[in-house]
């Protein structure tokens, strides 16, 4: 924790020790306790708190209990971020889907990654890593790129759309001509197995995330768990 400095825990004194040991385990507390109080819930004295706090570097209770609120903020919303591939964020069926999926690809002749805006971005990523283990793919990111046209004469395509929310109006007009091919298999990558996008594609790969987006159009949401997805399939492929 950064509020503690660079300190050599080991040159404490056994009165430290006891006050560091309090303060490290009640971060949340810390911000909104007079210094007396830790004092008393770490059983030593106001005094020995404040010795600390110098050895710690900080002028004042005020300027560490400042700092201290700043650091736990920040350690909190890392937590939050490492958690985003938590399991509870997947439908509990996500490998056997994962598996199904990977029947398909296996034997595939083609795979487009198709995606639009950050999507499209990830798109290309998915596209090269699936080309580095050896399969014909590509990336689609301009929904008016003549698709159907280049794989006229293909057969056994999976089409792989990505879309964090499943709405978008491209992607769904896109992927609805794509609907009922017999030479393509469509998967759909979204945050929402609802959407327009997951009922009208073969497969679905869905997974829960926090929408952000700053004045309605410029989407902050992360991909984290999309790539993941992507990554796993890559893997389990390669294996």
Known sequence: MGFFGNIDFNSLSDTDQAIYHYMSSNVEKVPYMRLRDIAKESHTSASSVMRLIRKLGYESYTEFRSQFSVESVESDRFDDALNILSRNHFPRNIESKLNQIIEK???????VFFGIGASGSICEYAARRFASIGYNSYALIDPTYPILSKLKNTSDN??????VSGMTN????????????DDFTTVAITADINSTLAKMSDFVLDYHV????????EDLT??????????????????
């Open 158 to 163: 999976i089409l792989v759309t990505l879309s």
């Open 105 to 111: 690809i296996q034997y595939c002749e083609n795979i």
């Open 210 to 217: 926090d929408i952000k987006r700053v004045k309605k159009h």
């Open 170 to 181: 491209e992607v769904v007009e896109i992927v609805n001509g794509f609907r009922n091919k």
């Open 222 to 239: 992360s991909q984290i768990p999309c790539i993941f997805l992507i990554e796993q399939l890559a893997n389990r492929l390669q294996e």
